[in-house]
């Protein structure tokens, strides 16, 4: 082991972390921005609209996020069209399409998770709140969305160390996250271990720190269901 | 669509690479599953100790950091290795980190999944069958074992259907796989969108056929009707 070559590269190994922890964050919230409605179109519909979700949550669900990943990023430079609009300063950059796949991929991992949630929420607790006169537009907003996030709270902080794990594969675009960073030292110097296990040690924390954080988040707003046990 | 039919024999070699990479990744897992679900349970304090290191550290870390850190790793102990012992150059087989990696990292994933569905199986049964005379062994295949398998099916459903998706990554050290080749050849014909879409279809259809088999020996392993086991 080399340490004054990771000490000397702290500077890479910083801007990595930076660019992981964006991309991540990122993408977990726009994955939720998509799955908040279409969580609750899927636990209360069953048309046309429900059906289409559960096709999309299906298929990237299914599939490898380091396909997508290529789907979106070598994928459609294929066609002339992507290439000659407007969306094509987008779609040719590494980061972008590594945002975009990613929150699309979170978004469907995410949908589940809320479904299951909204799903979970106790028929009760509904009932009293229209029993209390509210329209069916406050009953969501004001008791219902609120419980379903409650309780996604354990699934969701899974879903975000999965990501976490998951944005590794923006490394092979060549984006310098922290296993960027990681692949750069291997290339520069030929050291395996010194690129790879500070980046394994890396991820390793940022994990631990999201699955403590989720857990302060859960007994701070989930903390009355084990009271109620 | 005249090159993708062209390349399907080149492209159905890449899928079979992939479905044996992790089939041979499943069964280490698996092993090293149940080797440590049994130091976590049966254990003293030191091999104890060293399972909860296996499976916190190696759950902490991405599998593509674990993939390259094998292959490369392993290639420079190769090299210092062989120097030593007067060996020219060996390569490592990329196939093998591969199932390396994937089945170390899964085989932690599975070490929980195997422990849960252990003590999921009321301790009153395994006394039962020693109190009838039953040998451990005994009671392990005709008592604990069948049990286990019922509680221990959907937890093995979710990581299989996790660990066949992990062996995309695994074409980024340069195995010919169906993403590395599909890869290639899509970019040879400037047809990257159509391989990958391929790929993409080929890997729903893994999963949708894993899926159907993993329901059929939930099925299988079911209890059955309340009324026929009491």
């Known amino acids: 082991m080399r340490f004054d070559l990771i000490a000397e590269n702290w500077a890479l190994f910083a801007g990595g972390v930076w660019m992981t922890l964006q991309l991540t964050a990122l993408s977990v919230l726009i994955g939720f921005f998509?799955?908040?409605?279409?969580?609750?179109?899927?636990?209360?519909?069953?048309?046309?609209?429900?059906?289409?979700?559960?096709?999309?949550?299906?298929?990237?669900?299914?599939?490898?996020?380091?396909?997508?990943?290529?789907?979106?990023?070598?994928?459609?430079?294929?066609?002339?069209?992507?290439?000659?609009?407007?969306?094509?300063?987008?779609?040719?950059?590494?980061?972008?399409?590594?945002?975009?796949?990613?929150?699309?991929?979170?978004?469907?991992?995410?949908?589940?998770?809320?479904?299951?949630?909204?799903?979970?929420?106790?028929?009760?607790?509904?009932?009293?709140?229209?029993?209390?006169?509210?329209?069916?537009?406050?009953?969501?907003?004001?008791?219902?969305?609120?419980?379903?996030?409650?309780?996604s709270l354990p699934q969701y902080g899974n879903e975000v160390v999965f990501m976490l794990h998951g944005s590794v594969v923006a490394s092979i675009i060549t984006i310098q996250d922290i296993l960027g960073v990681g692949r750069t030292l291997n290339a520069r110097y030929y050291l395996a271990y010194e690129g790879f296990l500070t980046a394994a040690v890396l991820y390793m924390s940022l994990a631990f720190v999201t699955v403590y954080t989720f857990r302060q988040l859960e007994t701070r707003y989930l903390g009355y269901l084990r009271v109620s046990r | 669509m005249q090159n993708l039919i062209e390349y399907a024999p080149l492209l159905a070699r890449g899928a079979l690479t992939t479905i044996l990479l992790a089939l041979a990744a499943l069964a280490l897992?698996?092993?090293?599953?149940?080797?440590?679900?049994?130091?976590?349970?049966?254990?003293?304090?030191?091999?104890?100790?060293?399972?909860?290191?296996?499976?916190?550290?190696?759950?902490?870390?991405?599998?593509?950091?674990?993939?390259?850190?094998?292959?490369?790793?392993?290639?420079?102990?190769?090299?210092?290795?062989?120097?030593?012992?007067?060996?020219?150059?060996?390569?490592?087989?990329?196939?093998?980190?591969?199932?390396?990696?994937?089945g170390f990292i899964y085989g932690a994933y599975l070490t929980e999944t195997f422990r849960g569905a252990y003590l999921t199986v009321p301790g009153g049964q395994r006394e039962a069958a020693m109190s009838l005379g039953m040998r451990p062994l005994q009671v392990l295949r005709a008592v604990t074992l069948p049990q286990l398998v019922r509680f221990a099916l959907p937890g093995y459903a979710n990581v299989w259907q996790v660990l066949i998706k992990s062996t995309a990554v695994v074409s980024v050290i340069g195995l010919e796989d169906l993403v590395g080749l599909a890869n290639d050849a899509g970019k040879s014909v400037r047809e990257p969108f159509l391989f990958f879409s391929a790929v993409f279809f080929t890997y729903l259809f893994f999963t949708w056929v894993s899926q159907t088999i993993f329901n059929a020996a939930e099925r299988r392993y079911a209890l059955k009707e309340l009324g026929d086991a009491v």
């Open chain 2, 29 to 102: 897992a698996t092993a090293l599953g149940g080797l440590g679900a049994a130091g976590k349970i049966r254990g003293g304090m030191l091999l104890r100790s060293l399972v909860f290191g296996y499976t916190t550290i190696v759950r902490g870390v991405p599998d593509l950091v674990l993939i390259l850190l094998i292959y490369f790793g392993g290639q420079r102990l190769i090299n210092i290795a062989g120097k030593a012992a007067g060996i020219e150059y060996m390569e490592l087989s990329k196939f093998w980190a591969g199932v390396a990696a994937i």
């Open chain 1, 34 to 151: 998509i799955a908040l409605p279409f969580g609750l179109i899927r636990a209360k519909s069953n048309g046309i609209a429900s059906k289409l979700i559960n096709a999309y949550v299906y298929a990237f669900r299914g599939t490898p996020l380091l396909v997508q990943l290529y789907l979106i990023y070598y994928g459609l430079s294929q066609f002339e069209a992507v290439r000659g609009s407007f969306a094509w300063v987008i779609l040719r950059d590494a980061w972008w399409c590594a945002l975009i796949a990613f929150s699309l991929n979170s978004g469907a991992y995410a949908t589940e998770i809320i479904r299951g949630a909204v799903q979970s929420v106790p028929k009760g607790e509904l009932e009293a709140a229209k029993s209390l006169g509210m329209s069916p537009f406050q009953v969501n907003r004001l008791v219902l969305i609120p419980i379903a996030l409650r309780r």
